[in-house]
């Protein structure tokens, strides 16, 4: 054991040794002891060289307190010669910080004098890093938890290699001029700038926010973004979407080239909430404008000439990022629905109202109201609705892979490519007893007349009757996979027994918060608590167009035998009586005005 | 007086000084025979809480492991590296973590000191759990031990809320969510759940609050607290006849020697008769005459071997603090939580079971399971087993103590290496 004992207190001692050598051999000495030497051989008088003579290694610092938090840069504690002119062509951490006229350096008798003081501006205000720490790597913000890297120089460790030659040069400095110099056309920010038209160019104000120059609300607020996260992360939500979040549902914005994402990074980067130039005046005001102005101001009207307006239309359909979600001929950003024959499934009065606001035509739309002008509004409008190419469709299973599958799925069972975008889902197909359940003249219907407020056009200009039918057996043999029945008549009021009055309403509301709102939701929007474990989801209930678009006796067939192949049960069952469903409707029609306008109202 | 005698003493006052001071510090020479064994320990502060003899059991490397001490030794490594980075440390969301920024890249020994204190803190749980498992498995709880077992299940617990409440200091995501979560376990208990989790956190979500008060649990509570527990464990051990050791280990006296028999009912110290303090003491160290016994002098034995201790466990934890560092995440972002975010390793077995059932996995089994703990010497009454590993006369009580503590390691694993994004099921490689 004395043996064990003294090879203990040995090692003891031996790692004490080491830790003091760590403690008392640190690179920034060497690299001051470098810099005094060097400095002293260039020194032109005994006393200058006295002064360097009398000064040994210290951690030197800048605290600054004026641009947010207090900053402690100890960044010239290697780089001691970032102030001395001598030491342009040294290498580093010994090389002068360049001057240059465009930072506002200026030359006064043929010496450099800085406009931004290394004394007043420390240096992380500028390059981001870690200014406490005093190892390159600690300082560099190289470690892949230090928030601020040194911007675009510093690569951390988890940075897709393929992103690391996007990600570093001078240009991302602009990010952090920014914060001072805010205006859009600052002669030092031209790559800001430039991220910043394509944010508007690409539509991206569409869905995001940022306080003061947009107001999207499709997806995440970017006010903050660039204090929020790093550049590769910025760059690889761009570039690729879902690779960084499985779930996201953000386009692959393929027009954009590497050099567009890097200068939005940049853009991005630049938005760090408040900046310096702030005030909080400014700050309220900007809440208070919320942006919709800077939108049109960026986004170049095009003057649009009534002669040309379908093919000026087409242009602005190409410029303005739409196929970055929907499908037009060949492009096809994946999200949204073809508008390859858009002018023979909606009218210009449809597509007028849904260009303005999607929510007016489409209750759960996500596509976001564009802040165009009217007449690109009408442009658009005018080439959209003069597609009207009848595409060839040789049978009824290239019907099914031309017009049905997008949405429906190529196993029909309503999970088609861009399903997930769609509210409420495509009808699932392989589901018997829902196809079974519905009369032929139903089905038929809802193909060539469309359904009411959700995103099933009415193919009739392109489905004759027969076609439609032809379709409808094609799915029935390919998806139900189970012979046709027709459903038998089932025992329906022909009209609502009970009339609408105001006591029939309160007696539907306390109905359906008892029996309904479980899965509809209180408010009948189909959010009800157990709605998440439901597919096909719930029906929202507040979708008027829907709802006036059928008529009593479906709401009654519905409520009273339940929608097969869904989680609506049969209310029969459950002992509701023709007149508590009658209260039940009066309260639904009550909750939805009857409202203007829809393509095909009224007509189911 | 004259100063002729003053004189010279004064100039040998000066010439033996430092063996004056030297002998006042240390009032025995290197002791030679037993009865300087005898005074050293007994004349020096930091020896007299041992015995003068020690039972040979007591130095068997394999019945103790040393456990108990090396979690003490621990805890004064901790108390050391505590100090000094409480220096450097502001208990502000604020500086929290520039401060260890600060520690890891500019102050003296900072890095040093923190991997230390974190590798300690993480060894002090460790090793307490083990120190537990062997007192269980020896059977040492048994009576007349029993309390002292209470005792040290409360040391643990003390030890975990230290480990738990030192993990929020750094203040970095790591801290911000593991303490969000752990503090959300404790929110689960039934009634008091949330008033708990309220009085921990000063407020609805982890923050000023918060680390203020973790701050100080951290730096003068707990380790009051667990300074005094320590203090009364060590004294118990004493009291309690020394370390447990089996039946057989001492030679049985005869009996006109040893007063009361073992068989029948120790009785009360009557009136008519005067005890000297021996006389209270119990168990078989009374010693009142030259009986033959299995003892050793405390000097040097024990004391090397508690060197020998002391010496490992600084090596190990300086051998850890230089190859790994303690870790540093990102600054506290609470609007962008880690997924998953995870609880201190110790508690992964909690979050696990919590992932089953909030109440059963987070308040429920593991109540039962420091109840059991707490109670295991009043319900197990047999004096059998005593001071041996795995005795089969507790072949029942072992089993279930392992696996208690089998199936905690295991959800610990589970919790640590395979639970991924959203808890889902991982692999680790």
Request: charged content about 20%; some cysteine.
């Given at each position: ?204 104000y ?6 003061g120059l947009s107001d999207g ?71 208070a404008t919320g942006g919709a102005e800077l939108v049109q101001a960026h986004i ?69 109201a564009f802040r ?233 | ?429």
């Amino acid at each position: 054991m004395r043996f064990a004992l003294a090879v203990g207190t040995f090692l003891i001692l031996v790692i004490h040794g080491v830790i003091l050598y760590h403690q008392f051999s640190h690179k920034w000495e060497a690299h001051q002891i470098a810099y005094f030497n060097q400095a002293k051989a260039m020194a032109k008088g005994d006393a200058e060289r006295a002064a360097l003579e009398a000064r040994s290694p210290r951690i030197e610092q800048t605290v600054v307190a004026d641009f947010g938090e207090t900053r402690v840069d100890r960044c010239t504690t290697c780089h001691i010669a970032s102030d001395d002119p001598r030491f342009s062509t040294y290498q580093q951490p010994l090389k002068t910080h360049p001057y240059s006229l465009a930072m506002g350096d200026v030359q006064k008798n043929g010496r450099w004098e800085r406009r931004h003081k290394f004394s007043e501006f420390g240096c992380t205000v500028c390059h981001d890093g870690q200014g406490r720490g005093l190892s390159p790597k600690d300082a560099h913000g190289e470690d892949e938890y230090w928030p601020d890297p040194l911007l675009g120089a510093a690569v951390q460790e988890n940075w897709r290699k393929e992103f690391v030659p996007m990600l570093k040069g001078k240009e991302f400095l602009e990010a952090n001029c920014a914060q001072c110099h805010t205006s859009p056309g600052f002669a030092g920010t031209p790559t800001v700038r430039r991220g910043m038209d394509l944010y508007y160019a690409s539509n991206c104000y569409g869905c995001h926010r940022i306080e003061g120059l947009s107001d999207g609300t499709i997806g995440p607020d970017l006010t903050e973004v660039g204090r929020k996260f790093k550049v590769d992360y910025i760059y690889a939500r761009i570039k690729d979407p879902k690779s960084v979040l499985a779930t996201s549902i953000m386009p692959k914005f393929n027009m954009l080239t590497d050099q567009d994402i890097r200068a939005l990074v940049i853009f991005l980067k630049s938005r760090k909430g408040k900046n310096f130039s702030e005030t909080e005046m400014d700050r309220y005001r900007l809440r208070a404008t919320g942006g919709a102005e800077l939108v049109q101001a960026h986004i170049k009207p095009v003057q649009i000439n009534p002669a040309q307006m379908a093919r000026q239309g087409e242009q602005l359909v190409l410029d303005r990022a739409c196929t970055a979600c929907h499908k037009l001929g060949a492009k096809d950003g994946a999200v949204a629905p073809d508008l390859t024959f858009e002018g023979l499934l909606k009218d210009p009065a449809w597509l007028d109202a849904h260009f303005r606001n999607p929510r007016s035509t489409m209750p759960d739309s996500i596509m976001p109201a564009f802040r165009f002008t009217e007449p690109e509004f009408k442009a658009m409008t005018a080439y959209l609705s003069g597609l009207k190419t009848v595409p060839a469709l040789p049978s009824p299973e290239a019907a099914y892979k031309a017009l049905c599958l997008r949405c429906h799925g190529d196993k029909g069972n309503g999970q088609g490519p861009i399903a997930e975008h769609l509210d409420p889902s495509p009808r699932d197909f392989t589901k018997a007893a829902f196809m079974n359940s519905k009369p032929m003249d139903r089905l038929v219907a809802s193909v060539r007349k469309g359904v009411e407020g959700t995103s099933m056009p009415a193919w009739e200009r392109i489905l004759d009757d027969r076609q439609a039918k032809a379709l409808l057996d094609y799915i029935q043999t390919a998806f139900v996979k189970e012979p046709r029945q027709e459903p038998k008549p089932r025992n329906l009021p022909a009209a609502n027994p009970v009339a609408s009055s105001p006591e029939s309403i309160a007696r539907g509301e306390a109905t359906f918060v008892n029996r309904c709102a479980g899965c509809h939701g209180r408010k009948g929007d189909g959010k009800g608590p157990n709605s998440l474990d439901i597919l096909p989801k719930p029906r929202n209930l507040r979708n008027a167009f829907f709802l006036s678009s059928v008529s009593d006796a479906r709401l009654f067939d519905s409520i009273l035998y339940g929608v097969q192949g869904t989680a609506m049960p049969s209310w029969i069952d459950y002992g509701l009586s023709n007149n508590d469903v009658g209260d039940l409707v009066n309260f639904l029609r009550n909750l939805n005005p009857k409202p203007k306008g829809g393509q095909n109202a009224g007509t189911i | 007086m004259s100063k002729e005698t003053a004189s010279p003493s004064l100039l040998t006052a000066v010439k033996e000084l430092p063996g004056n001071v030297w002998k006042s510090l240390f009032r025995n020479p290197l002791p030679t025979n037993d009865l300087e064994r005898s005074s050293t320990s007994f004349t020096n502060f930091f020896l007299h809480i041992h015995p003068v003899k020690v039972h040979k059991n007591t130095l068997r490397p394999l019945y103790t492991l040393g456990l108990g001490l090396v979690s003490f030794f621990l805890f004064v490594i901790l108390v050391v590296t505590g100090i000094l980075l409480m220096f450097y440390y502001v208990p502000s969301t604020a500086q929290a973590y520039d401060r260890m920024l600060d520690l890891r890249g500019s102050v003296a020994f900072g890095t040093i000191l923190r991997n230390m204190h974190r590798w300690s803190a993480h060894g002090m749980v460790a090793v307490v759990v083990m120190h537990l498992c062997r007192v269980f498995l020896t059977g040492s709880y048994k009576k007349p031990r029993e309390f002292n077992w209470v005792l040290g299940v409360v040391l643990l617990l003390l030890t975990l809320l230290m480990s738990f409440t030192g993990y929020l200091l750094p203040w970095d995501q790591l801290a911000f969510w593991a303490i969000t979560v752990g503090t959300a376990i404790a929110g689960y208990a039934p009634v008091v759940g949330k008033d708990i989790q309220f009085l921990l956190m000063g407020g609805s979500t982890v923050g000023q609050e918060a680390l203020l008060r973790f701050y100080v649990l951290h730096v003068a509570v707990l380790p009051a607290t667990l300074t005094l527990a320590i203090a009364i464990h060590f004294w118990r051990i004493r009291k309690d006849g020394g370390l447990s050791r089996p039946a057989d280990a001492d030679p049985t006296p005869p009996m006109e020697m040893m007063g009361a028999q073992a068989g029948s009912k120790p009785s009360l110290p009557e009136g008519k008769k005067t005890y000297g303090l021996q006389g209270l003491v119990r168990g078989p160290l009374t010693k009142v005459n030259n009986i033959p016994d299995n003892t050793v002098f405390s000097w040097p034995n024990l004391f090397m071997s508690e060197l020998f201790v002391f010496v490992m466990t600084l090596a190990v934890i300086l051998v850890l603090a230089l190859l790994f560092n303690a870790p540093l995440e990102e600054p506290v972002n609470v609007m962008h939580p880690p997924n998953p975010a995870k609880a201190p390793w110790y508690f992964l077995g909690l979050q696990e079971m919590v992932s089953y059932s909030a109440f059963w996995g987070g308040i429920g089994v593991p109540g039962i399971f420091v109840g059991l703990l707490l109670l295991a010497p009043y319900l197990d009454r047999s004096p059998k087993g005593v001071g041996v590993w795995f005795s089969r006369d507790r072949l029942l009580a072992n089993t279930i103590f392992l696996t208690f503590l089998a199936a905690n390691i295991i959800f610990v694993i589970i919790g640590t290496f395979f639970r991924g994004p959203n808890w889902a099921f991982v692999t680790p490689w």
